[in-house]
């Protein structure tokens, strides 16, 4: 660190693909650990190089790039965006930005990586789909962040699913558990007002598990019916800068504006049943993202908390030795595990950063479409707005536009 | 057997609580089970004595009386209503004779069991409870049998919620999961007819977790959004007598007029939100009734097909030793276990029959209310009705009456 | 109860098997709900009939007969092995006095059913097993309780095993963890004293999982390497009569004669390793008998706390899909469950003496060796003594006599 | 890369700690990886530098060399440990040459990092723990590479039982689980070969989970009884280079000289009970690590196929409401938590490298004895020899020297 890392040689030969990173929080932490780590564990077509960093504040992302391996800061996106020395933008800031920031970084000539939710409404998320479009045929381009599809578990349901293992899909159940709000004392931070989250659970959550049960599926929601709460409507002010998921607080007080916890009722295209929940406040639940898929033919079932691990049924099976089993997703013949450990030395939630760095930049040096693209993160933001929409008009079903 | 099974003695003092019992299938043998058991466990005040059965089949009710320990057999339940060394009548029939048999009882001066549901109607359950209320001051009680109140880890739950342990309540999140129905070819059996069975996964399955998430709440549910789906609309036709569970079919096919599938969101009268969903097509899952519910304080966790376990966060310890823990309620000082195994032993479904007899005989003895009273099987049906009646009306949100 | 429990008719035709039980307490309540039981849910060439029950306290042994069912009550068991109307004894008291008593009844033309271990020490059973012998000659049949053969999740890891779904085996280990030793101030009852026990962990626990094993198995084990030890050696005298696992204690202080645990490792005649732990000290573990087979070809895992699954590994699964799988054995095809409840209605502790009886009653019918056999005691009593000498000899491998 | 990755700052002023790494398989990899990522998490006081990186075949230590970030590559170790660049040894290869190397690079003045086991016998453990003993008194520090200590799970376990929440400690129980050496086909490679290996499991994950298992009980162990197996004792050449866990096969056979499986009972100097098994057959089981200890007021369970999680019982607890709590070791206060992501965010196998960079790089900085320390290796060789002597005359108890 502060000196090259490997002798001129194979590495070196390969064409660079030079990042610039907008957003340096946890996020920004997880990204970086990914680009950093993905050249030295895949092989790649391109060398990564995590050329700037960019922040608001000029000591913290200064300090941030020197800890995650930066080559220089930058304290305005417009000028991350118009470094010549960047190839791709990722994006990791809160998202009232994204729309503004891919759009110029698209306009620029950037590929683009944009966290998730993609935008904080339809219009937007249909403005970005449309340049990456656009932008596409120019040869950049443009993923969002659903990294949850990078799980080595959830990508072997998506190759059991599409393989038939499940048959006609019947019933898919997900919730997103957390309970880092349970304590009405957690202070108010910018993930609990609207202005700059966009929503609550929904939009943090709900957008994961969206994506991933449309995903896994194979086929989008046709319709859903909503309810969202908000428990606890006033909080303390947060003093100071704050993360969004911690910090201390002072005494007085602001409104809460997003959701504390959002459940919904659907119908998948095919005619599967759905049913969603997201919360920050199922207590002594951490990051529970449990998912289940019950097909004429079998069953898939799958929790964050053991990350390494997928239950599968097979359906076909004669009845007496039949179960759910437990894959440890950890064999060569896994996605992604053959540039891993030996079996059964499990991954952790920062390897999903990882193998999204792997298939972007394979995407980039391939040409091809990568996913999710924007469409796919439009879809997800179609259904929070019917999800929205529901919840507004008394649940009525409310199909997605 | 064919012989008396115990001598003169202590039990033979205590005043006989005398029982008809009407139907004979699965919960015919289930209740006699507990009837059978309950005195050789429990120390009862009274001695429960299986003094008649009844069904319309006059060769398969004697059979069934032989091989359940019924004294006498009948043909017609008007009959056994009208026998007078019948204290008490339990009801195992179908859910659509429940009312008729039930007001007839309670009018010749017998104390009723139930099977759940209630009524296949409102318009029923209403005037069950309306006859159980005027019953009850003559002395005679009422029960519905709702058993899954009395498997020792809901009792506990239902224990452990009293005092406080969980707070406010934020979420209940239940599902009742089966897979019987997933093969198309399985045969139409009653239980997938409305006329006999009044609907399908929600009658059956649905008013067992609609009444385990009240009385765990310990409060009633306010309102309802859901959705409803019928995925095999045609199915063969059964092939002589079955029961509701399995049969042989022909070669001719009819409709199904139950559901397959419900899904419903819903508030508590406090505010806390739950999510509903009972199905029949969860395929691997046998009969997985899971409850999970998120306070304040703390939270607790449930799975039928793991009877003896009950899950508990204590959300005040200390975050760095909190943990969800496995309680094995096999303990003296668990509901009903000072009377069985020692600790480790576990119990099994059947059981919860056994302690449904046991809290019967005592409420008798001691004229006090039972629970489940008709009053709340008549609650669970008003959330069914209202269930029913939100997806009719495009999942809109429904008050419950 | 007090009353003919069942209408002349089908059952009564049926030739009756009296049962005569010696010995009232845990196990007594066990095999009383087992012989009660039995006849009401297996259809049964035989009607036991619970004739005569055995204690030395009057009034003790009175109650029990009123609580359990039986028709009358004896407090000499030589007068209960002397009656007519007993075809079978069942021997339920401490080890120290199943062979003077199983002798007997062999000796008065009985059949018997006597509790495991079989005897205290390698000499009586030895004796018992010729006797056994001697009366199956003559049509007298005798049967050793190791009831956790039945099971339903070990009684069909049996038949995998003997369909040859392990292959070769390599490995069995197996646990047997109680803690209601833990605390020092529990009381010296009979279970901690060598002259009524026999042993301690090893003779209770440790006969369990050695049968268990080597049923498994479906071979003995050669030899073993041991160690034991008491690691509380002076507990409070108990004050007055108690059952051996739990009861109140005086001043006073006695020795503990008996160990607390034993640990040891062995060969199966094949070659297969094995490792065994038998111990009344391992906090939190009520009754956690685990044991897990590894093959060539695939691997088994049980755990009593978790009775209805069995977690099978198939080994010759293609990796990608392959895990351990948990088996609910409940299905119709699960060993003795076509007489019970639907799929995922599981049993409990207590149905393993209801398959006891169960199989008891047919081979009784049949005149066919009932497993286990005396023999079988026998072979479980070497493995005892040979864990005793090894220990005794500074953990020397020593081989089973 | 191949750029320098990060700005001059902050980290650039911190002094280098300059690491110089001998082999590149698979512990290469993870130790690079660690090396690699400590710094860009954790605060440290040095600034890790990866210098060199050893091994014996040019092509290959130069690819790795550009693969995981190392400046330079070296084929002679000897040149190597010479590097005036090189401040530290990190010691990634077969047990064989753990000593020449460590005691080479202690002479000429380097702190050593040496993979587990320290040596291939208790001599050359004694020589290599007398030189870091001296070692150390010249500001040398010396570290053995038992990662599972780096567990956040085990380190929490750790820390819960040296607040004694244990208290008196009875059992440990203990088993390392592979199944890669099932097939019978799998080839000789240099993991089954005595001169290279030591010995088979009984080295491999034998000394792994002996010192976990003495490093949590907080005392060694006093004397073993042991039973070693080769269960496959001919098997096919490797074709060509191999790693010991993967390879390709020629036609000729050669004979296995190392242990396929150990196990071993024991007893701790307190008077605790043991016992272990380690298996490369236990079909099903991939890499499954599981302890548990028992004690007087509480027990702790861990297995590292779920290395986010922590079993705890809590005896002191009233017993309605105990029970084994699964902590999900991920909050801020647990071990090692607070560098990394939210609550529910799990880590991987790889980070308990990363982790023990950390610690090495801390001691290395303040100069306090690292631990595990050489002497912590020895005493788990001498646990080995004692369990190599104990199989060898027939399972008699052997005391640790």
């Known amino acids: 660190m502060g000196q090259p890392q490997q002798p001129d040689g194979a590495a070196g030969d390969k064409p660079p693909l030079r990042i610039g990173m907008v957003g340096y929080a946890f996020m920004g932490a997880a990204h970086s650990q990914g680009w950093r780590t993905v050249g030295r564990v895949f092989d790649l077509p391109l060398r ?9 504040d000029g000591a913290a992302v200064r300090a941030a790039a020197d800890r995650h391996g930066w080559a220089a800061a930058e304290t305005d996106w417009r000028a991350l965006v118009a470094r010549d020395d960047v190839d791709l933008v990722d994006i990791c800031t809160p998202g009232d930005s994204h729309a503004e920031i891919a759009l110029a970084a698209l306009a620029a000539g950037k590929h683009v990586l944009c966290e998730k939710p993609l935008a904080n409404s339809v219009a937007e998320a249909e403005e970005m789909t449309r340049a990456a479009e656009e932008a596409q045929k120019r040869g950049q381009l443009a993923m969002v962040g659903f990294n949850y599809r990078r799980v080595p578990a959830t990508a072997l349901a998506r190759r059991m699913i599409a393989e038939g293992r499940l048959g ?10 957390q309970d880092w709000l349970v304590d009405p004392q957690f202070p108010l931070t910018w993930r609990l007002r609207k202005e700059a989250a966009g929503s609550g659970s929904l939009g943090d959550l709900g957008a994961h598990i969206i994506d991933l049960a449309q995903y896994l599926a194979g086929e989008p929601l046709a319709g859903v019916s909503a309810l969202t709460e908000t428990f606890v409507r006033e909080r303390p002010l947060p003093a100071g800068a704050t993360s969004g998921l911690s910090g201390a607080s002072t005494a007085g007080t602001g409104r809460v504006t997003v959701d504390d916890a959002a459940l919904f009722t659907g119908r998948f295209v095919s005619g599967a049943l759905a049913s969603f929940e997201a919360t920050r406040y199922a207590t002594g639940r951490k990051n529970s993202l449990r998912i289940e898929l019950n097909g004429e033919r079998g069953s898939l079932a799958f929790d964050l908390e053991r990350l390494n691990e997928l239950h599968y049924h097979d359906g076909t099976e004669p009845g007496a030795h ?16 053959d540039a891993w450990w030996p079996p059964g030395h499990g ?7 990882v193998h999204q760095a792997r298939d972007l930049v394979h995407a980039v040096a391939e040409g091809t479409r990568p996913e999710p693209s924007f469409a796919d993160g439009l879809q ?13 008009k008394n649940s009525v079903y409310t199909p997605v536009a």
Chains 1, 2, 3, 4 share one sequence.
């Open 322 to 337: 039949a179960g759910f089993r437990r894959i440890l997703v950890t064999e060569p013949d896994h996605p992604y595990l």
């Open 347 to 353: 991954l952790g939630y920062e390897h999903t950063f």
């Open 380 to 392: 997800v933001q179609r259904v929070l707005a019917a999800v929205e929409e529901s919840a507004e």
């Open 48 to 56: 990564p190089v995590l050329a700037a960093i960019c922040g608001r």
């Open 168 to 177: 006609t899909l019947r019933h898919v159940r997900v919730a997103y558990l």
